[in-house]
């Protein structure tokens, strides 16, 4: 597990205010889409979003980007998973990106 604290730190340090959450192992989320664009950082476990184009999967400091209007599924790893997710206003990002632990 990341320390929490820091990665709210460094996003903080972005300008984003960002709020936690969990889930347990195998968890998933239908389709869906948001309004706002968002930022994702895993703090323990994985997660992997469905996209139209592939999969994208997060583990442990990996961050994602996700604009506004994307339509998306996740599916929690086998171990559950503690993200950060910060919301900004829509035209922040114009296409998803993951960013590795370590690299943003």
């Known amino acids: 597990m990341v320390d929490p604290t820091a990665l709210r730190g460094r996003l903080l340090d972005e300008g984003l205010a960002a709020s ?9 989320y239908a389709s869906h889409d948001h309004g706002y664009d968002k930022v ?8 992997a979003f469905g996209l139209d184009d592939g999969s994208i999967q997060l583990g ?7 604009p506004a209007g ?4 996740a599916t929690v790893g086998s171990t559950g998973v503690t993200c950060l997710e910060a919301h900004l206003a829509p035209g922040s990002f114009d296409r998803p990106v993951r960013k590795g632990a370590g690299t943003w």
């Open 60 to 66: 442990i400091g990996d961050r994602l980007e996700l």
């Open 70 to 73: 994307t339509i998306h599924d």
């Open 40 to 47: 994702i950082v895993v703090a323990s476990g994985s997660i």
């Open 20 to 28: 936690g959450w969990s889930n347990g192992p195998g968890e998933r």
